[in-house]
């Protein structure tokens, strides 16, 4: 709204044009901006006195917004009683001013973010400056509470958008009226209570007090505006909100450092309501607005100054290309560029301003450079560029630089005193300053005359900063793909339909941006077509990498070029330092290219000591020796007396400080060094084949000592998988036989624990080939081998091959060695696991007992007597043996609690442990070690690792089996998710996790979802599982049952009666049995076939007659027994069992419980049956204490508070409450017709009573 010399005309924009009134000119400008959930117009009204009645309100509206009125209140004599200070004190006292607020929808139901509202603030403001006199027209800002951080917001926006620039210099001053600059407090009652309601959490997320994003907006704030005038106001009443008070924004939030703060005299939405001229709040407002109105003629005129000497536009233009066409994104990089740059603040007085852009090669550090200087053009006299390559290239390009505005020069030095010494304003590119050894303040000018900017490879260059530095990453995918279809010369129209094609190369190069550009150009020129890039790279990488377009070429023509040119900087050094750092790059390029722990290079080292001076010829295999430490590189000193990380260092920061590398040094974790994908590929692609060889060799031996010192770490796992790229029989003929059968026997055992099973797969056969032997006949030579291929058989699911396996090594071993030899216990145990994964878990407890008893001997704390023990409890556990597995692993978890809670021994006894407590009834200890489990190995575990997934995976069982599905549901969603990507569609992880899934669905009533996962699950396992297998029969049970709930009752029958053809072989009380009879007998009874129905749940009942009266099955078969009796007519029984089954759950379970609800409900419905008997009133008393249960904590929409209420207005009509009934049912039916559609059954009959209810009054 406009006031001042205006009429109010509303229009869309927040902002109403005026209808002038008078002739005064408009000198300034005045708008107010609301704050969240704000009337446009009453925010700003101060109430003359209070109305003399005031309904109530909840408190989640006080906290959204006002109620929204379209006039204000009159009293007798028509005259206002509310007054809105901008029109009735802000027109009169400056007339020659225009007076606006502003207004935007935020609060309740609506959806947007701070950025958005300053954006469009800008934008209306803008659009209402459009004439040659209002473009530099004096402007002061008023912002109450949110509608503050929407001003600062604008600002630092318009400071980095030419567009705004007028606008942004024509602000004379802004008040700032309860700012929350640090967020506040009440954002967080507010927040949750918008949870409640439905609201958008956006604002009041970013309103939390301490939030990182206003401090740092309110930082770029005080940076870019540190010279414009504002003064912030703020609070000293706490706000009443009824229930409690609360100080809404603090002074301390609401103040920035170093500038003016004045405190009012009232609460938080009162900082913005004056009530007259004589209001002591408005006399402290007052005289900052009129020094801002007043100053501000001069102050903006003064800011349009052009600066005295400084010719306009640009002269001199020395940039050796224009900007490339397919330039993308890097705009916010552009932004902080432009906005460094052309910062005149006071803080820059006296100095040069330098900003450097570092990053590898082929980032696009050139184009920015080409982009900012294109944009700042004008602003500079001139803008020159000199390529530092070298020293020739430098000197050439200053002297050409100097020579275009007529000056001559022989030197650099030459030439820079006469850029430091031009009164002109310049910028100065410094591009490819990319030699280490180089000093690049010798190609600055000195002084504070001019601009610098400077792009390196090296990240130390960024200490010649002086307003900032940008370290240039990868593009982030939306606009890696744009970029790779533009050069591949597809029309933007088809991007869609290759959308996920693009998406696929871009990841698989790394988002470099000109790989990007030359893969599209690769494309473009037919020698490959988009679907196939991948393939094509996988084979031919090298040849892509180093492709040369012939129009356009960047400076070094191909990916692989921009970082050899790096390398040669090395190549060309004599230093130690240099040879340490390529031997590095090339063990790390057959690494992987994520993060590598430098702990791996001090774990091998320690490892070597113990091997040094152990002979080729001594060692077992599967150990190392001498030969293994002696690969190690030179700058491991492997001979030196104790681990000395200097030439590691050295290596490593120079390899960081040429960008080959990213050095992270996390707090509490080793430092580690990452690569991007294509320069890691570069390394790896330099080296010669007989290089590569010896790189191999000395990184696999690292590799293999350091997991022999340290175990078998989980971060080495993706490291080991790109290691063992290399084929078998090439890294075999890389030294003697023996030495390398050890590394990968050992590389074997760490796939084995870290459960890639599949790479394991095919590594053994691979050297099962090499050394010519056969899978089922194990030798003595290669034991440890077989041993391995034994745990690989197991883990793949091959369980009859593994204990057939295990059982002959065990034979083979028991020929040669004594009893108690540790070799031959450990294949005793291994025999042992084997019959336990077989479901022959008798069998393996005998053998187990044998194990453990014959290592008592053992120290306590010796690991395979804890193994062993661990390994017993276990089959304890499946054998329903609990407390004897509780008390021994206890045991185990109290000796191994002297290892690192992230050990995995340690975290595997807790998991057996927790299911062991599970299946004692202990949910609670259960629920709260899995917890810790689950909590641990997701912070030291890779998202797809198998014990991370496992222990998720078993967590979500236990919370099912404990009635917490919706936590179940959350974590079961991620674990399918990953398996879905890891695993096919077959495998048995998989398929388990997506059947506890759909069980977890129709928990929660997602039955759609449960039917359409389970389907899948049936369809998966009867194509791999016999009819008879427990896991195909509980799948078939479990989607049984989802179509029962479903309605698809037919289909559910014929599921179960074939389920039961197979569960009729167990025992008549065996779990499974009783489980899938139950649901059959639902089925049945869902069907009409009560007597079937009748007959099954009697079985049930009776067979689990030997559970405890109170155990959750045993009820929930009596209520649906009795369900079925009063179906049957057989009411009497009905109430017999019931009312068994309620006093029992009434006594055992809580008030709110869900099945206890059920069953006092369904008890009710009886007793209205049997009305006649004179039972209402029973129904009733039973009826209300359900609704008044249900009430508090169901929502008003459930269907089954919807049914109690339904049942209780029934019961008040059978028993002459009429009124009471009608009321009841009003509000049934009133919600019925808001959630269900006309058609339903449920609201048809609601309907329909209520109209009986009415026709009988």
């Not at 939306?478 to 597809?490: D, E, H, P, T, V």
């Not at 978890?893 to 975290?907: D, F, N």
């Amino acid at each position: 709204m406009v006031y001042g010399c205006s009429a109010r005309v509303h229009n869309r924009s927040g902002v109403s044009q005026p209808t002038p009134t008078c002739n005064l000119p408009t000198r300034h400008s005045i708008v107010g901006v609301q704050g969240l959930g704000s009337d446009p117009f009453f925010t700003w009204v101060k109430k003359g006195r209070a109305p003399e009645s005031k309904s109530s309100r909840k408190l989640v509206d006080k906290l959204w917004t006002r109620k929204d009125k379209k006039h204000p209140k009159l009293d007798g004599n028509n005259e206002p009683v509310e007054f809105m200070w901008p029109r009735d004190l802000l027109v009169p006292s400056f007339t020659n001013a225009r007076v606006a607020t502003y207004s935007y929808k935020s609060g309740k139901g609506v959806k947007t973010t701070l950025r958005q509202l300053a954006e469009q603030f800008l934008n209306v403001l803008f659009q209402h400056r459009q004439k040659p006199d209002e473009r530099q027209r004096p402007l002061v800002l008023i912002g109450h509470s949110l509608g503050g951080l929407v001003i600062q917001q604008a600002l630092v926006i318009a400071a980095l958008n030419r567009d705004f620039q007028e606008l942004r210099l024509s602000v004379s001053g802004v008040i700032f009226l309860g700012a929350p600059f640090q967020g506040s407090n009440a954002a967080v009652l507010g927040k949750r209570l918008a949870q409640v309601t439905g609201g958008d959490l956006s604002l009041l997320e970013l309103l939390q007090k301490d939030n990182t994003n206003l401090q740092s907006l309110s930082k770029e704030f005080s940076d870019s505006h540190h010279e414009w005038d504002f003064v912030c106001f703020y609070e000293d009443t706490d706000a009443d909100y009824t229930l409690f008070k609360t100080r809404v924004v603090t002074a301390s939030s609401a103040t920035l450092s170093g500038r003016r703060m004045i405190f009012l005299h009232t609460d938080h939405s009162g900082l913005n309501k004056f009530s007259g001229s004589n209001d002591e709040n408005y006399a402290l407002v007052l005289p900052e607005l009129q020094r801002m109105v007043n100053n501000g003629p001069s102050m903006v005129a003064n800011r349009f100054k052009p600066k005295v000497g400084e010719p306009a536009g640009n002269k001199h233009w020395l940039v050796p290309r224009g900007i490339n066409k397919l330039f993308t994104g890097r705009s916010e990089i552009i932004d902080r560029i432009k906005a460094a740059l052309q910062d005149d603040g006071a803080q820059h007085a006296g100095k040069q301003k330098v900003f450097v852009i570092t990053g590898l090669g082929g980032m696009g550090k050139t184009e920015i450079c080409l982009q900012v200087a294109n944009i700042l053009r004008e602003d500079f006299w001139g803008v020159f560029w000199v390529d530092v390559d070298s020293e020739s290239t430098a000197k050439n390009d200053f002297i050409s630089a100097v020579a275009s505005f007529g000056s001559s020069a022989k030197s650099v030095d030459d030439a820079r005193r006469l850029l430091a010494n031009t009164k002109h304003n310049w910028l100065l590119i410094l591009d490819n300053a990319d030699d280490p050894e180089f000093d690049y303040q010798a190609y600055l000018p000195s002084g504070s005359r001019g601009v610098v900017l400077v792009t390196s490879r090296i990240y130390d260059c960024s200490q010649y900063s002086t307003v900032g530095s940008e370290v240039l990453t990868s593009l982030d995918i939306g606009l890696s793909k744009q970029l790779l279809l533009r050069a591949a010369n597809i029309a933007e129209d088809l991007w869609p339909s290759v959308d996920q094609q693009a998406e696929d190369i871009a990841k698989l190069i790394g988002s470099h941006t000109l790989a990007l550009i030359q893969a599209g150009t690769y494309i473009a020129k037919g020698y490959s077509r988009l679907d196939q890039y991948p393939e094509v790279y996988g084979k031919h990488r090298k040849r892509l990498l180093t492709y040369r377009p012939s129009q356009a070429q960047s400076r070094y023509g191909d990916v692989y070029a921009t970082f050899e040119a790096s390398a040669q900087i090395l190549e060309n050094s004599e230093s130690e330092d240099a040879r340490d750092a390529l031997r590095l790059l090339g063990i790390l390029s057959m690494l992987h290219s994520s993060a590598l722990p430098l702990q791996i290079f001090e774990n091998a080292w320690n490892r070597s000591r113990n091997v040094l001076h152990v002979s080729d010829t001594e060692i077992d295999l599967g150990t190392c020796s001498r030969w293994h430490a002696l690969q190690l590189p030179e700058f491991m000193e492997v001979e030196a007396n104790e681990w000395d990380p200097h030439r590691l260092n050295k290596a490593s920061y120079l390899l960081v400080s040429l960008s080959f590398v990213v050095r992270s040094n996390l707090a509490g974790e080793s430092p580690s060094l990452s690569m991007h994908p294509l320069a890691h590929a570069w390394a790896k692609d330099r080296q010669e084949l007989i290089q590569q060889g010896q790189t191999w060799i000395a990184t696999a031996c690292i590799v293999a000592l350091s997991i022999l010192c340290y175990g078998s770490p989980r971060d080495s796992l993706v490291h080991l998988q790109s290691l063992l790229n290399i084929e078998v029989k090439t890294a075999f003929s890389l030294g003697p036989k023996p030495m390398l059968v050890s590394i990968f026997i050992i590389f074997c055992q760490n796939l084995a624990t870290n459960r890639d099973d599949s790479r394991l797969k095919t590594l053994l056969q691979d050297i099962f080939g090499i050394l010519a032997i056969e899978f089922d006949k194990p030798s003595i030579e290669y034991l440890e081998i077989y041993r391995i291929y034994g745990i690989n058989l197991q883990d793949i699911g091959d369980l009859a091959n593994s204990l057939q396996l295990y059982i002959q090594i065990a034979k083979i071993l028991d020929e040669r060695l004594p009893h108690s030899h540790y070799k031959r216990l450990i294949s005793q145990h291994n025999v042992a696991n084997a019959y336990h994964a077989s479901g022959e878990v008798e069998k393996a407890i005998e053998i187990f007992e044998q194990v453990v008893e014959a290592q008592e001997d053992l120290h306590i704390t010796n690991g395979r007597r804890l193994m062993s023990q661990h390994e017993l409890a276990r089959a304890y556990v499946a054998n329903g043996q609990v407390d004897k597995a509780i008390e021994l692993l206890e045991q185990v978890v109290e000796i191994k609690g002297t290892m690192p809670i992230a050990h995995p021994e340690r975290l595997m006894s807790q998991h057996v442990l927790a299911r062991a407590y599970h299946e004692n009834g202990q949910a609670d200890k259960a629920i709260e070690l899995f917890e810790q489990v689950v909590e641990i190995r997701e912070s030291v575990l890779p998202i797809t690792h198998y014990d991370r997934l496992a222990a998720q995976d078993e967590l979500a069982f236990i919370y099912n089996a404990n009635r917490k599905a919706y936590k179940a549901t959350h974590l079961l969603e991620q674990v399918v998710k990953i398996r879905e990507e890891l695993l096919p569609t077959t495998h048995h992880d998989r398929l388990g996790s997506e059947h506890e899934l759909g069980h977890t669905y129709l928990q929660i009533g997602r039955v759609k979802e449960a039917i359409k996962l389970l389907e899948q699950v049936v369809k998966n396992r009867e194509e791999i599982l016999p009819v008879d297998n427990q896991a195909r029969l509980m799948s078939q049970h479990e989607l049984a049952r989802g179509y029962v709930i479903d309605g698809q009752v037919e289909k559910a029958i014929k599921i179960l009666e074939q389920v039961m053809k197979h569960r009729c072989k167990l025992p008549t009380d065996h779990p499974s049995r009783l489980m899938s009879q139950h649901v059959l007998a639902r089925a049945y009874y869902k069907n009409g076939q009560v007597d079937k129905a009748i007959k099954l749940f009697e079985q049930v009942v009776d067979s689990e007659g030997a559970l405890p009266i109170t155990h959750p099955d045993r009820l929930f078969a009596q209520h649906e027994l009795a369900c079925a009796y009063n179906t049957d007519g057989q009411v009497d029984k009905a109430v017999e069992l019931l009312e068994q089954v309620v006093k029992i759950q009434e006594e055992a379970l809580p008030v709110a419980n869900p099945e206890r609800l059920s069953s006092q409900h369904e008890l009710a419905h009886i007793y209205l049956v049997k009305g006649k008997g004179g039972r209402v009133k029973e129904a009733i008393d039973l009826l209300e204490r359900v609704v008044n249960v249900r009430e508090e904590v169901l929502p008003v929409t459930n269907t089954q508070r919807l049914a109690s209420q339904h049942e209780l207005a029934y019961a008040y009509y059978l028993n002459g409450q009429v009124e009471k009934a009608i009321e009841l049912m009003e509000h049934v039916v009133k919600i019925k017709e808001e959630v269900q559609p006309a058609t339903d059954n449920s609201r048809l009959i609601s309907q329909s009573l209520l109209a009986r209810f009415k026709k009988g009054v």
